[in-house]
T-cell receptor, first 113, second 115 residues
Framework: GNSVTQMEGPVTLSEEAFLTINCTYT??????LFWYVQYPGEGLQLLLK?????DKGSNKGFEATYRKETTSFHLEKGSVQVSDSAVYFC????????????FGQGTRLTINP | NAGVTQTPKFQVLKTGQSMTLQCAQD?????MYWYRQDPGMGLRLIYY???????DKGEVPNGYNVSRLNKREFSLRLESAAPSQTSVYFC??????????????FGAGTRLSVL
């Protein structure tokens, strides 16, 4: 079945550092890939997405590229801010039927000033 | 811009009690979902409703029931709560169709403790 594996956390960085959170997946066919972010005390919000191979999703300075050859969708940001502190979830969705989301376990990111 | 609204936000139950978590969306979405979030395990799908009038089991349905009351509302019921059901519960909805690009929209969550 479909599955998502994320980099273990927690991750702690200093402000303006470079961020990478690794995500790899196992899926049949050509899933859509997502990064969701959960700020403290809130629900999940879509951060970015990619629907086919070599697509690059981007939002708020974050980027991730859909790499079918390595089954990966790593999240990157060149210069993190304190306000980026949150839990980040990688997820995939099949293209048929109800298109259920399968989530990774989440990575807690803390940015220190 | 209400989006997906969940009630209550917090609840404490004793083992064996029952309760219903409510979820409503005002985006005219076809599909709705219930997830639970546990530390180190991400979100796991409990039940979903692909469209009004249909419901299906997800990954962890045991101990839960759902009702798709109408297009807007999708409730989750715990008939006899157990400590293993202590979790944060999220409702989500999605608009079907290619333009929707599979994006799910989430509520703020219900934090449930079963003692």
């Amino acid at each position: 079945g479909n599955s998502v594996t994320q980099m273990e956390g927690p991750v702690t960085l200093s402000e303006e550092a470079f961020l990478t959170i690794n995500c790899t997946y196992t899926a049949t066919g050509y899933p859509s890939l997502f990064w969701y972010v959960q700020y403290p005390g809130e629900g999940l919000q879509l951060l970015l997405k990619a629907t086919k191979a070599d697509d690059k999703g981007s939002n708020k300075g974050f980027e991730a590229t859909y790499r079918k050859e390595t089954t990966s969708f790593h999240l990157e940001k060149g210069s993190v801010q304190v306000s980026d502190s949150a839990v980040y979830f990688c997820a995939l969705s099949g293209v048929q039927g109800a298109q259920k989301l399968v989530f990774g376990q989440g990575t807690r990111l803390t940015i220190n000033p | 811009n209400a989006g997906v609204t969940q009630t209550p936000k917090f609840q404490v139950l004793k083992t064996g009690q029952s309760m219903t978590l409510q979820c409503a969306q005002d985006m005219n979405h076809n599909s709705m979902y219930w997830y639970r979030q546990d530390p180190g395990m991400g979100l796991r799908l409990i039940y979903y409703s692909a469209s009004e009038g249909t419901t299906d089991k997800g990954e962890v349905p045991n101990g839960y029931n759902v009702s798709r009351l109408n297009k807007r509302e999708f409730s989750l019921r715990l008939e006899s709560a157990a400590p293993s059901q202590t979790s944060v519960y999220f409702c989500a909805s999605r608009l079907q169709g290619s333009l929707a690009k599979n994006i799910q929209y989430f509520g703020a969550g219900t934090r449930l403790s079963v003692l």
